[in-house]
């Protein structure tokens, strides 16, 4: 008994699949390091001093001192500029291991009893992580960021009731106001801490429950977290190394009036932009208040509803099978607590194909982010392929309602077409490509039995 104790809260690395989880928690790991290392050198303050760094070409111009401590730690500190490109970078893959992660447990079915907190966990970190790359991205006061404030303030004045006090809140009396950077620094360090709190919180459960698995998984790998840690570390530092990001000397300081010409969002928040660029300019006067829908329905509704489903799904989906399965083997009405409980099958995983319709609401939604994210360049691909703006951005108004229901009906095609494959060989056997003769003089390809594995099933 203790041995299987030992073997099921040990971190088990049975299938590619799994090193998402781990590539955040170490993304995360080097955030926090080189975060801390930033602090030391980074001033949120907004009082305007005279440049007077190693760079010619600002040198005596009026900044900030955010700006002028992030060109300070950039140019003047041994390793500084490293150490500020691995954390962008970390930040950027912690988000993308997220996305993963919460996608391989949709497709899979991970999010089921008892591992329910877990998702939302997930779900929970990938909100927090984009709020924590957003006020980052603002730090430096740079002329990129400052572009993300005006977006910024659009969105919060666009909120019903509450939008003005709270721009005034974020901002003070005038944009962008001299509050504005401290707020979003303290906001900065707050979030990553509730993300550490969710991160032990999910270690925890996962102690707690085991890790789930797929019935013909490889075997385990209890050492391979050692291993993670130090390919997750080591190739932040190649991209940091490697890989220039965010040069904010050649941005320059944040202007109200200025931005910088083909600025973007980080990736994770390209979908917002394409979202914005793609909506009507639709408006609503209610009671002599005017309601911008152009800002309030792609910024605040469309995530809001994302992450709503998000969070909801596990919860509708035991719903929905509950009123499916109200009898049992017996045809007896099952009890309500009967109906919805899930028994434990050791944690074993679905293979997407086995679920049809959850894998192709998968895609929809790949399909749906996917077409947003490309929105957000209407411009180039207008210009790229000598379109007007406007035509580029219809088609995509029209595509991303098009698109996700084309990709739900085409995944789930596929994934039943797979199961009718291999009931087909369970049935007839595997061919060979061996063609023999039979004793009557005919021929034939023979047939070897398809191998038997083990049902895959979800945790139920």
Request: aromatic share 10%; glycine share 10%; charged share 15%.
């Amino acid at each position: 008994m203790r041995s299987f104790v030992v073997k099921r809260r040990s971190f088990q690395f049975s299938h590619w699949s799994f090193m998402f989880a781990e590539i955040a928690v170490w993304s995360f790991a080097v955030l926090v390091v080189t975060g801390g290392v930033l602090m030391v050198f980074y001033d949120p303050g907004m009082s305007r001093v005279a440049y007077d760094g190693p760079y010619g070409p600002l040198r005596g111009l009026l900044v900030s001192g955010a700006f002028d401590s992030t060109m300070h730690l950039s140019l003047e500190v041994r390793g500084g500029l490293l150490i500020r490109q691995v954390h962008h970078w970390a930040a950027l893959v912690f988000v993308a291991a997220v996305v993963l992660q919460l996608l391989r447990m949709f497709l899979t079915g991970a999010f089921r009893r008892p591992r329910t907190r877990q998702w939302l966990i997930w779900v929970a970190l990938l909100a927090l992580g984009m709020a924590a790359g957003e006020t980052g991205n603002a730090l430096p006061d740079d002329l990129l960021s400052g572009g993300s404030l005006w977006l910024i303030v659009s969105v919060v004045q666009s909120v019903p009731l509450v939008g003005t006090w709270a721009a005034s809140l974020l901002f003070g009396s005038g944009f962008p106001g001299e509050r504005v950077i401290p707020v979003l620094y303290g906001a900065h360090l707050l979030v990553p801490a509730v993300m550490a709190a969710l991160l032990v919180a999910r270690e925890l459960l996962v102690r707690r429950n085991g890790h789930s698995r797929f019935a013909a998984a490889a075997p385990a790998r209890r050492g391979a977290r050692p291993m993670m840690a130090l390919a997750t570390a080591g190739m932040l530092v190649v991209l940091g190394f490697g890989f220039q990001i965010a040069p904010i000397w050649l941005y320059g300081p944040a202007r109200p009036t200025q931005i910088s010409a083909g600025s973007v969002p980080d990736w994770y928040m390209g979908f917002l932009d394409g979202a914005l660029r793609i909506m009507p300019a639709w408006e609503l006067t209610l009671g002599g208040y005017t309601l911008s829908l152009a800002v309030l329905v792609p910024t605040l509704v469309v995530p809001g509803v994302f992450f709503t489903a998000l969070a909801a799904y596990p919860a509708a989906e035991r719903f929905l099978r509950a009123r499916r399965h109200r009898r049992d083997a017996l045809g007896r009405p099952r009890a309500r607590t009967r109906a919805t409980r899930e028994p434990d099958a050791g944690g074993l995983l679905d293979r997407p194909r086995e679920t049809p319709v959850r894998t192709g609401i998968a895609a929809a939604g790949v399909a749906f982010y996917g077409l947003l994210w490309a929105a957000a360049a209407n411009d180039q691909l207008a210009h790229q392929f000598h379109l007007t703006v406007n035509a580029v951005t219809v088609f995509f108004r029209f595509a991303v309602l098009i698109g996700p229901a084309v990709a739900f009906v085409v995944t789930r095609w596929i994934c039943l077409a797979l199961r009718q494959a291999e009931r087909e060989e369970a049935e007839h056997g595997v061919e060979t490509g061996i063609i023999v003769r039979s004793p009557d003089g005919g021929f034939h390809e023979r047939l070897e039995p398809a191998r038997r594995e083990p049902a895959i099933t979800s945790g139920r």
